[in-house]
């Protein structure tokens, strides 16, 4: 069992920049698939950024390259994402995700994983 939890979240204006972190608890999650997804109000759950297993490669989705990066912290089994030039459309609830058997081609399916923070919120004004 590994237990999520997301911080970061905030208020902020169109242009600016946040930081979120998912800290992992009661497992180390350094092997594991961890991905990041938003639900915006109203609208389905979409995949941001994934960081694959052990290997450290990353995936984003369209609309953030370039923008954002997902990163690993092993030392404090946490993984963040740094998010820049943030826009009105990237304002939601962000969510941690973590499996451990996901296959590459399955990384951009909220089903797929097994374990889940609670999520955080992100507004930004435009």
């Known amino acids: 069992q590994v237990h999520l939890e997301e911080s970061g979240g905030r208020y902020v204006q169109a242009g600016s920049s946040l930081r979120l972190s998912c800290a992992a608890s009661?497992?180390?999650?350094?092997?594991?698939?961890v991905a990041w997804f938003r639900q915006p109000p109203g609208k389905e759950r979409e995949f941001v950024a994934a960081?694959?297993?052990?290997?450290?490669?990353?995936y984003y989705g369209d609309s953030v390259k370039g923008r954002f990066t997902i990163s690993r912290d092993n030392a404090n089994n946490a993984v963040y994402l740094q998010m820049n030039n943030l826009k009105p459309e990237d304002a939601g609830v962000y969510y941690c995700a973590t499996d451990s058997t996901i296959i590459l081609s399955s990384i951009f399916n909220p089903q797929q994983y097994d374990y889940w923070g609670q999520g955080t919120q992100v507004i930004v004004s435009s």
């Open positions: 009661g497992r180390s999650f350094s092997r594991d698939t």
């Open positions: 960081i694959f297993r052990s290997y450290g490669r990353t």
